[in-house]
């Protein structure tokens, strides 16, 4: 939310602005400009961008199903894993048919692991900590995995537990509780201190009712003064575009005119070719993708399967956590015009060493509408996917990947708030804000650790809370099958800023110029440094910073909302806009060294 003002309309307001202009004009001059981008170095091309890969589905590792053995062979000699399930081999080792489905379960050796258990051996589906031994519903299938083995901690996370290392940041503190030392707002999260740095959003780190939260004092522009301390409303279209916004004001969003999504599968196979999936079972994940997004009120989503891409590299069919962020960071999509979801499918996936259904990224740390991380996200991402997974769990996965959180998180709320004069938040902020998903239609949640689900998806929380278990970004998987209205909405929208992103990602880039805002949404424009080869990169967009303007900075990539780091002669940097008459709640000034006017809103802090 932009900071509004207590500052009423009228000349009182615009004799402010015409002082501030006259002071800030003078004592700025000091400001430089400390806006010139490194470009990224080159990445490694990963293993998913080999062309030589083998074709997995060669007729020669694909089994054919003829309900009996060759000619001269005798049926049921041994059995063998193919394609996920258990085949019988007749005595001259071909597969004829097949002996177990393995369903969502592995096999190994020719055998399908145990079916999921109803009550998962009396474990929460999330799993839990037992001391440093980590007690775990794989799936409904019950394991444990020994921490402290290795003088390592159990820990809880929102997907359940993990293994991690010790270390000087360790905590453990109550759900939820957060405090101030200084300026920066501290919790304990998963088991680590987590800090923000209040400044970075040129706030204050303050208390709200029992928590504490980075909090942006009010201040005037020139939208608040006109329209009150919420802005103006914003101006409905007649008819409804692609944009990410309910232009025409009937509570959906972009319901006309959005093309489906396309999905790009990459199948994980062994050395041979082999692996655990089929191109049924992937086509069978989009029409379950399909099947939880479908929506009566014209807010559901379509996918459909654009390509499916066969990748043979065996130390990947166990993707633990450092390989998952590898290719996070590295991964050489394949060129494709249009955005796409992209999903790795494969045997396993480790998360802290500890096996995971799926894991996917946040669409630049943020979920629940928030940057609920400040660490630097790349642009795309990436769904992971095993084969021991809940039927619900791709639907999950693309929940996150189009920015929704789980309806138990606990994440620190990092987005500043805005209060009134006695400290209250002032009306039009949304009383959800502080819930730990950030959507006002579900009801809080506590999660599996408290609350049992009973006979027909009934629930019961220690606390007395009731989520609704049906939820997909909840974490009681026997029941999950909708989306609540505001998490499609949303969901909308977001996707609407990965596709902008997108673009910017293909080719050159986006490039841009800083004064005319020119950029999709979430990016902001920079100013690149030269190559070594001494080629000017000019001006491109890159994602956003978690620094808001007026908010310190320590690179430029640090900032957000068009805003450049600018060096101040007192030391440290702050994020400005650049800006023009047309530039929303700014009053432009021109500095003597500076190419551009900037936002006298945004210097509050340097005047500070």
Avoid at 276 to 281: F, N, P, R
Avoid at 284 to 306: K, M, P, W
Avoid at 533 to 546: A, E, F, L, T, V
Wanted: charged fraction near 25%.
């Amino acid at each position: 939310m932009r900071p509004v003002s207590e500052r009423g309309t009228g000349v009182w307001g615009l004799t402010w602005r015409l002082a501030l202009v006259l002071g800030v004009a003078a004592a700025l001059a000091w400001w430089i400009l400390a806006d010139t981008e490194e470009p990224d170095p080159e990445p490694e091309p990963t293993r998913l961008a080999e062309p030589d890969a083998p074709a997995v589905n060669d007729p020669a590792w694909r089994p054919r199903a003829r309900r009996k053995p060759a000619p001269g062979c005798k049926p049921e000699a041994a059995r063998v894993c193919l394609r996920g399930d258990a085949w019988w081999l007749d005595s001259c080792d071909q597969p004829y048919e097949i002996a177990d489905d393995c369903g969502l379960g592995l096999c190994d050796e020719g055998e399908c692991e145990p079916p999921p258990q109803p009550d998962c051996g009396g474990l929460p589906a999330i799993g839990r900590c037992d001391g440093d031994v980590a007690e775990m519903c794989a799936a409904g299938r019950p394991m444990a995995i020994d921490c402290g083995a290795d003088d390592r901690r159990c820990i809880m996370t929102e997907d359940g537990p993990v293994c991690r290392e010790r270390s000087a940041d360790d905590c453990d503190w109550s759900a939820g509780a957060t405090k101030c030392e200084d300026n920066v707002l501290v919790a304990c999260r998963e088991g680590r201190l987590q800090k923000i740095d209040c400044a970075m959003m040129d706030a204050r780190c303050a208390a709200i009712g029992s928590l504490a939260r980075c909090v942006r004092e009010p201040r005037a522009t020139p939208s608040t003064e006109a329209c009150g301390p919420c802005g103006c409303e914003e101006e409905l279209d007649d008819e409804e575009v692609c944009d990410g916004r309910d232009n025409d004001g009937d509570g959906h969003i972009d319901e006309d005119g959005c093309a489906p999504v396309d999905v790009v599968a990459f199948v994980i196979t062994d050395g041979r070719g082999a692996t655990s999936y089929l191109e049924e079972d992937i086509e069978a994940e989009i029409a379950g993708i399909n099947r939880g997004f479908a929506r009566e009120d014209g807010n559901g989503l379509e996918f459909r399967l654009a390509d499916t891409i066969w990748v043979s590299d065996p130390e990947l069919l166990e993707l633990d956590e450092g390989e998952y962020d590898v290719l996070v960071d590295t991964m050489a999509y394949p060129a494709r015009e249009e955005f796409f979801v992209p999903i790795l499918f494969t045997d396993q996936v480790f998360i802290g060493d500890v096996p995971r259904p799926g894991v996917s990224t946040v669409p630049n740390g943020m979920c629940g509408g928030k940057r609920r991380d400040p660490s630097f996200y790349p642009p795309m991402g990436l769904i992971a996917i095993a084969k021991r997974r809940w039927p619900t769990t791709v639907v999950h996965e693309v929940g996150h990947f189009l920015g929704l959180c789980h309806t138990h998180g606990d994440h620190v709320d990092a987005v500043p708030r805005v209060e009134g004069a006695d400290g209250s938040p002032i009306a039009c902020d949304e009383s959800c804000i502080l819930e730990a998903d950030g959507i006002c239609d579900t009801p809080p949640d506590p999660g599996p650790s408290t609350c049992t689900v009973r006979d027909a998806c009934s629930i019961e929380c220690s606390g007395g809370e009731s989520p609704d278990p049906r939820n997909l970004m909840g974490y009681y998987p026997e029941c999950r099958s909708v989306f609540s209205r505001q998490q499609a909405l949303l969901m909308r929208s977001v996707l609407h800023l990965r596709r902008g992103w997108y673009r910017c990602m293909v080719g050159d880039g986006c490039a841009c110029d800083p004064t005319l805002a020119d950029c999709p949404e979430g990016m902001t424009c920079r100013a690149m440094a030269s190559t070594a080869d001494g080629s000017d990169q000019g001006w491109r967009c890159g994602m956003d910073g978690s620094a808001l303007p007026g908010g310190t900075c320590r690179e430029p990539r640090d900032c957000s909302e068009g805003s450049l780091c600018m060096r101040a002669p007192s030391g440290g940097s702050i994020c400005i806009r650049p800006c023009t008459d047309e530039t929303v709640d700014c009053t432009c000034t021109q500095l003597a060294d500076n190419p551009w006017p900037i936002c006298i809103e945004d210097t509050a802090r340097a005047r500070g």
